[in-house]
């Protein structure tokens, strides 16, 4: 219906993208594929499809493809060879504001525009002129001038906002698909993230998502293994997270490492770097829409730390098979941009109800059809402040991270009188246990770490000034000791705070 926005709501990984941009042309032989525009939210998305056959990206300085499509130039070779062209929201909204047709109708040859991720219009309002976007597609719609389709795995903020905009919708599927699923959904909040990862409770390569590119950076201290990759329009975009953002464009995986600047020259360049495994990527919401991953990429877990469905929906989405584990953290998010609609404000306040009180059921039914599980099969991990500072020192100071050569590790064993002592001040003063410190011994600790935390604690010989002694390296993680139902029970004589 050119009359109104045709809505094809699936779930991510469903095929919405590749059958508008293929199937859908072949049922009407009459378009050209260059009367044909496809707007997405996200330019790592712009990167992927792009590199489709028939589809390329569209180049706002050639002003002679305008030209065409407003039909002040009739010269077809310019967009022939071009096929369906493929540009970010904000591409669209300066044609319309900035590349009218003086004797025209803007955009009047092309026949079909599809909208992937619609609910951007209507969550995405931090983008400038996306009220523009908006009037436009609705002015167009009332004139019947255009097929427009809309496409979307998150239809309620569309349902919630759309109506008010005077949208009216043709829905175009009636009956729902199936999706990709996890084994297991955590609820979680901030501080329990790092203790998830490197007790190995998430084993595998992990993805994270946080609401800010400062709150990614802070996460990425307390992570081994773990680095960061923000937008290229984020002033703490670097030259190492282009190099990460071509490979996920380009092979739909993760690469196998990263680098850190470890030297600088007086101008502040960096000379020298050192290699890291890469285990973990922390992100803004740049990755939340669009980007594919594939199960060889290795990632087999989710962490959202923006607890609405939208966010949780469209972040677990990017993984195109079944995941082992999908987190949902409560975190500080600033209700700004993306983040400050009623509708997720609202969600928010339930996924707080669900995972402190466990009185709210419907915050779960909206991410329900992630999991394979239902609610009575949620687990629930909350750390304490004090169990996640002690946590947060083990990880810096003494958990040996992925790769780490002989010099790093050996900086990190145990075996100084001074060290242990330290370890056991740090254990009484989070509070993990109510001993006082003369009757907490330095072994009693590495139980803990081992029993409760799920650390593997391996013990070596060395010898130093011509002595033997012992020392302690705490390697990571040991699946074989983890009870995670232990965990969930309570494991408070430890000093965690457990509430499932």
Known sequence: MSDKLNLITAPCGAGKSKFVSQNMLLQMPYINRWEVILVTSRSLTVDQQSSDP?????????QAVIDYWNGDSDDVETVRDLGIQVMTYDKLIRIVEKNNSKTQTTLQRIKIIILDECHSMFSDTFIPGMGVAIQWVRKTLDGASKFIVGLTATPDI????????????????????????????ICTNWASIPYLITSGTLSGKTLIMCPTATACFKLQEDIPGSTVMVSPYNKGFTKDMDVIRKHIADHSTLPDFYYEDIEWDKKGVATKKKKHKLNVL???????EGVNIIADSGVRNIVCCLTDSLHVTQFVGRARYNLDKIVVADTYVPTEGDCKHQFMVDERKAFKNFLYYKSSFEW??????????????????????????FIQYIN??????????????????????EDKDEIR????????????????TFNGVIKTLERALGYNVKSGRQRVDD???????????DEEKVDINGINRGISEYGCDSIA
């Open 54 to 62: 028939g589809m390329s990206k569209f180049d706002p300085k050639n």
């Open 158 to 185: 569309i349902y919630s906002f759309g109506h008010e905009q005077g949208f009216k919708i043709n829905m175009v599927l009636s009956d729902d698909l199936e999706s990709y699923v996890a084994k297991q959904l």
């Open 282 to 288: 922390i992100s803004t919401s740049t990755l939340r």
């Open 364 to 389: 779960f039914t909206s991410v329900s059809h992630l999991v394979e599980h239902n609610v009575n099969q949620v687990w629930r991990i909350v750390l304490g402040a004090d169990d996640a500072k």
């Open 396 to 417: 810096r100071r003494w958990l040996v991270p992925p790769g780490a050569d002989a010099k790093e590790e050996a900086s990190r064993k145990i075996w100084r009188e």
């Open 425 to 440: 001040k740090w254990f009484c003063d989070c509070l993990i246990t109510r001993k006082p410190i003369d009757f907490v």
């Open 467 to 477: 002595k033997q002694v012992t020392y302690k390296l705490v390697v990571s993680f």
